[in-house]
């Protein structure tokens, strides 16, 4: 490894902002970057012309580098016994805010145009979860200057995405807010905490590795750094943030919980992802084998979730948070950035 993460994306602080598909903004991506730190915009759910709005108004904001992350995914054609299946189980749920569910328009974005649309933009930075490219694929990154970083769950998939020619390697441990990334082998067996995976990935991989899981304040950051990583990607922490996107429920849900709180489940997605446990999660609980996969279920649940989030109930969300939501700090991103170098260094100074 010749150069550092550091100095390849020119950034001052050895901090990413998680990605995070329906509650980061370009308002928050931007305050990141420009507090030094790597700003990022999921863009799983965006279709390309939002991914270029997006994109342009982080650009308006702010000239420093940001990235743009993927979940790399095929549309799928589900079985319609098992989308029905899936409607009936959903149907007393919906009516508690007045609606019927039905099958959506799309399961999913194409990840096809996705891929070309965040091509053209160039962002400094691409990540991908939920599976990997081919190295022609992450060639075709490189030639547009984009420096790519793939998510894994396991040693075996960072052995993966350092084989198909990425840049570094995002090393999600179970404690991690949001989706597992996992695509390789089975989910129970991937759920490797972050003390674990860290120095593994770092031990078996030539390229840098960024650790993420549970990492919520600057002694965090000194830990993931005398683990071997290069980085910390923090999730839950910038959820807290005043840019980020989510309404008032979830804020609200995200300020009372606990590390005791958290939960993986597929209830809601029909891929395993960690979050707070509320009353859909436990309605849910009996059937958590038998959603249909990521991203049917995901796209079934949507309109409800959606009314839920309307309504203000915090209920019948999908409230992504990993376990060390008890120390999420809402503050402004710029500020929270001050404060993690702060305590960083006042760690990084007790440890020496
Ligand atoms: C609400 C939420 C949404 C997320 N969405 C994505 C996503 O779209 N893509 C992705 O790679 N990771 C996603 N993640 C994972 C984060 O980028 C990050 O790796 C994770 O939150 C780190 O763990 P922490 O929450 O304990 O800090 C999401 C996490 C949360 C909390």
Known sequence: MSTTLLSALHLRLPIVQGP???ADTPALAAAVSAAGALGMLACGMRSPEAMAEAVAEVRHRTGRPFGLNLFVQDTPTPDPAAVSAALERLAPLYRRFGLEPGVPARWCEDFGAQFEALLALRPAVASFTFGILDAAAVERLHAAGCYVIGTATTVAEALAWEAVGADALCASGAEAGGHRGTFLGDFASSMVSTLALV???????????IAAGALMDG?????????????????????ACDESGIGAAYRQ???????????TTRVFSGRPARGIVN???EQLAAAEDAVPDYP???ALTGALRRAAAAAGDADYLSLWAGQGVGRARPMAAAALVELLEDEWRAARARLC
């Open 199 to 209: 120095p593994a990935c770092v031990d078996a991989l030539r390229i840098p590795v």
């Open 20 to 22: 995070m598909a329906g």
């Open 219 to 239: 002694r965090g950051i000194a830990a993931a750094q005398a683990l071997g990583a290069q980085a910390v990607q923090m999730g839950t922490a910038f959820l």
């Open 296 to 298: 049917v279920q995901n």
């Open 253 to 263: 849900a995200l300020h009372t919980a606990t590390g005791t709180d958290t939960r």
């Open 279 to 281: 009353a859909m999660m």
